[in-house]
């Protein structure tokens, strides 16, 4: 028998608006479909915009508002077998979520960790408690209390893989479970201490490092705390090995990690008064000693510097200018750029909508929508200028 | 605020095998052009009410739906991206509440606490779907005919 009858389920009214359709991208169907089924997350408060996270993935969910109904059709729930002819319409859907691949929302981390940096010398209890910044803000609680990996969890939308991944690469310790962003200029004392520490102590460099003994030289000789050392060991390599027993841990150090920090560091200085690039590279090598003096390069620190790209200046000089003090939001990000300088080089620009964008395409598109390309030259150089008004 | 959206299958029985073929066995997207809009003081009214009658033959791909007296004619659809379904559920689930014990006093975690039960299931995947979107045909009944000619006969 074909025909079957079409009823409102008894349960109708209950079901209004219980049901949602979310349009799925091809990778997170296959992820779902897939042996084990992956634990997914809407996080969000009320006043942002809903993301959608997977284990190591966020999603950003749109509405689509439909002009057709959809009707989600089932057997009649808790309903006789005998009854085969008849379904039920569970509920009737004016919209479909539609979920597009997003960066992560890891500004407003940032903005949690405001006023909680580790400097050189503190404790928790020396950390300073700010109650200004969060006044006026009515769901939250008006004392400042520390922020914890859970909370954060729940605050950030970012998957759990992009939020670890956050933490080490914007150097947040985790201390008696509080986060704790280490200020940047410790962070350089800390690095510089570690490669002084490898060369003195006669440790091998850069691989098969042993763990225990480059932070132990550390707390003896410069009262760098145990698991500040560590953390930071973690950030900058992979420690391996010695699972459960830490004499055996080895740390395989990213040598190009250090040394781009290192060179952060002096940088950092030249915000405001350019530095001229041969005596920044000067330092720089000085900083991180002859053993590692082979791997400072300039491109390292792109997406960091501005650097006077015009040829009739002598000599080029460089300033401080990183990508992550620029806005995340792609309008007010192009026009901080293009007021900070008029005209970019193809590859200039780049590095600094690189946190901004999932991949090259969408960069691409960016470009082609806030941007003006022009070729000029010989070498056929790709210029980018403000879009005239939009 | 976080809401887990848990992967799991409805409860319901297993759709008329016409229907299962269109990928899901427990559930199926029937669209319409415009809404089913039914007059009730009160919603829960229509609940059970029979909206009208599908016909989906074996080995056809054209099903139909009468509703009153219109016949509406649709195809089957596959969709260019799949449709993950999924079903609001108030049960509170253990391992989310867990989540939410903080000092008393904390605004923000009273909230969380409060949407802890709050959970969505993805009750199933759907990769096609029916879609009535031509005009519907007046449907001449037999039985109206019958009637007529038999009044004539009087």
């Known amino acids: 028998m074909a025909e079957h009858t079409l009823r409102f389920s008894p349960t109708s009214s209950k079901d209004v608006a219980s049901f949602k359709l979310l349009e799925l991208p091809p990778d997170l169907c296959a992820l779902i479909e897939s042996a084990v089924p ?35 059709v089932t057997r009649s729930p808790g309903g006789n077998e005998e009854d085969t002819d008849t379904i039920v319409i569970r509920d009737q859907v004016k919209e479909v979520l539609e979920l597009v691949p997003s960066v992560p929302r890891l500004h407003k981390l940032g903005v949690l960790l405001r006023g909680m940096g580790y400097d050189e010398g503190q404790d928790e209890e020396g950390m300073d408690v700010d109650d200004d910044i969060l006044d006026g803000d009515d769901d939250r609680p008006p004392k400042r209390r520390k922020l914890t990996y859970p909370d954060a969890q729940r605050e950030i939308q970012a998957s759990e893989a992009e939020l670890s991944t956050a933490l080490k690469s914007q150097h947040i310790l985790i201390l008696n479970g509080a986060l704790r962003p280490i200020t940047p200029s410790y962070l350089t004392t800390v690095l510089e201490l570690v490669l002084t520490t490898l060369i003195s102590h006669g440790l091998p460099h850069t691989s098969a490092v042993p763990v225990k003994d480059v932070v132990d030289a550390l707390a003896e000789e410069y009262e760098v705390k145990k698991e500040v050392g560590r953390q930071v060991l973690e950030w900058f390599g992979e420690i391996v090995g010695g699972v459960g027993d830490r004499e055996k841990e080895r740390w395989e150090m990213d040598v190009e990690g250090v040394v781009r920090e290192v060179g952060l560091g002096i940088l950092r200085n030249h915000k405001d008064d350019p530095i001229a690039e041969d005596e920044f590279l000067t330092q720089w090598k000085k900083a991180v000693g002859d053993t590692f003096e082979s791997a400072v390069s300039l491109p390292l620190l792109s997406g960091n510097y501005l650097s006077t790209s015009f040829p009739d200046t002598h000599p080029k000089t460089l300033t401080y200018f ?8 792609p309008p007010s990000r192009f026009s901080d750029l293009f007021l900070t300088r008029p005209k970019w080089l193809a590859a200039d620009i780049a590095p600094f909508l690189a946190d901004c964008a999932v991949d090259k395409k969408e960069r691409d598109k960016l470009l082609l929508k806030y941007a003006r390309a022009t070729t000029e030259g010989t070498g056929k150089e790709v210029y980018y200028t403000a879009r005239g008004k939009m | 605020m976080l809401i887990p959206i848990t992967i799991s299958s409805s409860s319901t029985a297993s759709l008329p095998v016409q229907l299962t073929k269109l990928g899901n066995d427990e559930l199926v997207l ?68 867990n989540v939410h014990n903080h000092d008393p006093g904390d605004a923000m975690c009273g909230i969380g606490s409060e949407e802890g039960s709050l959970r969505w299931d993805m009750v199933a995947i759907v990769k096609k779907k029916i879609v009535f979107s031509k005009r519907p045909m007046p449907i001449v009944g037999t039985a109206t005919i019958a009637v007529g000619s038999s009044s004539k006969k009087d």
């Open chain 1, 38 to 72: 992956p634990t997914l997350t809407i996080k969000g408060h009320p006043s942002e915009e809903a993301v959608l996270c997977t284990s190591n993935k966020t999603y950003a969910i749109r509405s689509v508002v439909l002009s057709n109904t959809v009707l989600v």
């Open chain 1, 322 to 329: 990183p990508s992550s003090s620029l806005p995340l939001d």
């Open chain 2, 30 to 97: 029937i669209e319409l052009q415009g809404s089913l809009d039914v007059e009730c003081t009160d919603s829960s009214e229509r609940d059970g009410q029979m909206v009208g009658t599908f016909r989906l033959d074996e080995g056809s791909s054209k099903p139909t739906l009468a509703i009153g007296h219109h016949l509406l004619e649709g195809k089957i659809v596959s969709l260019p991206k799949p449709f993950g379904v999924i079903q609001r559920s108030t049960t509170p689930s253990a391992p989310h509440q």
